[in-house]
């Protein structure tokens, strides 16, 4: 069964740096797609970026490009991979709770449902990132 651990979160000042981690365990294959989600207080869920090992292909939001870099730790491939999400010139409207997510059957980051995350069957617990002077 797949798991996700997400870390990091935190308050940060506006313009400041945090990096958010997921750790993902249960995976019956080597290959895979994991992103990273958020809710902001009062909207829906978006996705924000995604990575695949399958064909390095990572996605972003447009509201997050130049500003958010996904990676993989590619020391902990096979089965249980790590994703951090380096978060940098952060706003107010950054703020929210982030979750990390993946789909067992889906190791692309191409046509997926970022607007709600409906083809991505595991999530993390989520944690708070607070952007606030």
């Known amino acids: 069964q797949l798991q996700l651990v997400e870390s990091g979160g935190g308050l940060v000042q506006p313009g400041g740096s945090l990096t958010l981690s997921c750790a993902a365990s249960?995976?019956?294959?080597?290959?895979?797609?994991i992103a990273w989600f958020r809710r902001a207080p009062g909207k829906e869920r978006e996705g924000v970026a995604c990575?695949?090992?399958?064909?390095?292909?990572?996605?972003?939001?447009?509201s997050v490009k130049g500003r958010f870099n996904i990676s993989r730790d590619r020391s902990r491939e096979n089965f249980k991979p790590t994703v951090y999400l380096q978060m940098g010139s952060l706003k107010p409207e950054d703020s929210g709770v982030y979750y990390c997510?993946?789909?067992?059957?889906?190791?692309?980051?191409?046509?997926?449902?970022?607007?709600?995350?409906?083809?991505?069957?595991?999530w993390g617990q989520g944690l708070q990132v607070t952007v606030s002077s």
């Open positions: 249960g995976f019956s294959s080597p290959a895979y797609a």
């Open positions: 990575t695949s090992n399958f064909d390095n292909y990572s996605w972003y939001s447009d």
């Open positions: 997510a993946t789909e067992s059957t889906q190791v692309s980051c191409h046509y997926r449902d970022y607007s709600g995350g409906t083809d991505f069957g595991s």
